[in-house]
């Protein structure tokens, strides 16, 4: 956790401040080990291996000496491949044009950057290379032990001087209000339950007008899918209908819609537990920002909702 970035943590519980104790261990302008004790209400946090852990429950003390291969994780290259062999080609031709467009929108914006639900670190591993911008960026996702494989990728690909690691619920992230520059999204909203709380901390830690970018597989009303969805809590961003509401609910306007692959059938997938085989589906897009304080838009025009394509379209 890079101490630049350590200066906009706050109380994942209740946003208080954060005061580091003993053990603490710092390597080369990171915290590599600490425990974080809330100024206001108690509750502990940690950095281990220089990950942030801010998940639910807090996490017990642990011996910061511990051997510094311990999380160590070897990135699963062939998980990814086999997954985008799973998918139908124009599936993955949308997967690889998110990954692109979300990289071009990073390398337009400045400042402190958030990649939420990081996963693997795809969008951080294209972004953080050589030649790419001076920004800080923090990766934060709930998996922990993906989050140090995540690490262990970004090192070996040299792209880890300006990263930071943080695991989190994802309904309360610990970073101040409107810290933020921008915050980034690959597919977030399609595997993260609970979107109206979780798009609120977006918008809380946005700095206004400032954009939220996001790729998300939907599909359409009134199918099995949305059924099954409100089981896995994640019914609120399955159709476009729904994704819209829940932005504007939390108080994010959107700039610009984009379908970049859509189809008909959904096919038998493994590794998705949404869409279900054979429902519609749609890979998009979007580009929101944070609402001014009054409610002024900064002169961004809500679009009018777009009808889902069609396989033959």
Known sequence: MLERVARVLCCARCGGDLSREFPLQKVGGRLRFADLRCRQCAAGWAIREGVGIFG???????????????????????????????????????????????????????????????????????????????????????????????????????????????????????????????????????????????????????????????????TRERTLTVRQAARLHLEETLTEPRLRQALEHSGLLVDSWEVIAHGSRWPRNPFDPLPLEGDPWSHVLVRARRRRPDGVPEAVQLLEPTTFPSAAG
């Open 56 to 218: 639910k429950p807090a996490p017990e003390p642990m011996d910061w000496r511990s051997d510094p291969g311990l999380f160590a994780r070897t990135p699963d290259e062939e998980y990814w491949r086999t997954y985008l062999a799973a998918l139908p080609p124009e599936a993955e031709r949308g997967v690889e044009q998110a990954l692109s467009a979300l990289e071009g929108c990073v390398r337009g914006l400045s400042g402190l950057l958030v990649d939420f639900s990081t996963c693997t670190g795809h969008v951080l591993r294209r972004v953080t290379g050589p030649g790419a911008s001076r920004e800080l960026f923090v990766g934060l996702d709930p998996d922990l032990p993906r989050l140090y494989a995540t690490q262990a990728a970004l090192r070996k690909d040299r792209c880890y001087s300006r990263v930071s690691l943080a695991q989190v619920e994802p309904r309360h992230w610990p970073l101040r209000d409107r810290s933020a520059q921008g915050v980034v999204s690959f597919y977030g909203p399609s595997i993260v339950p609970y979107a109206r709380t979780w798009m609120g901390e977006v918008a809380r830690v946005l700095r206004p007008g400032c954009p939220f970018v996001f790729s998300s597989l939907l």
